[in-house]
């Protein structure tokens, strides 16, 4: 049975710092690209951080380069998504997703993942 469940979501002041981790069972992340998408409120899903398969980079989208990390740990087939400097522009819930086909930075522009687990709830406010 595959399951991927994200958590750490939570409330956060602007300029601090979270970290989101995934956890995966029924498949390894290392065999599958890896991304953490997005989505606010009347707005469109969008990937922000990801981890293809091949030249396993990470990419990262244009809003969030610089201040979010994506990473997994293969021996406890975690993923996290480390989050700074955060603004009121990134509340949004996250969600992880894997998929055993999606290569390179293609991880970024991919919305057809196979897998996806339901999502956390970010925000940033005072």
């Known amino acids: 049975d595959v399951q991927l469940q994200a958590s750490g979501g939570g409330l956060v002041q602007p300029g601090g710092f979270l970290r989101l981790s995934c956890t995966a069972t029924?498949?390894?992340?290392?065999?599958?690209?890896v991304a953490w998408s997005r989505q606010a409120p009347g707005r469109e899903r969008e990937v922000v951080a990801c981890i293809g398969l091949g030249i396993a980079d990470p990419h990262y989208a244009d809003s969030v380069d610089g201040r979010f990390s994506v990473s997994t740990d293969n021996d406890k087939n975690v993923a996290y998504l480390e989050m700074t400097s955060l603004t009121s522009a990134d509340t949004a819930v996250y969600s992880c997703?894997?998929?055993?086909?999606?290569?390179?930075?293609?991880?970024?522009?991919?919305?057809?993942?196979?897998?996806w687990g339901q999502g956390t709830l970010v925000t940033v406010s005072s």
């Open positions: 029924g498949f390894r992340f290392e065999d599958n690209a």
């Open positions: 997703a894997a998929d055993p086909a999606v290569f390179g930075d293609e991880c970024l522009i991919s919305t057809d993942y196979d897998y």
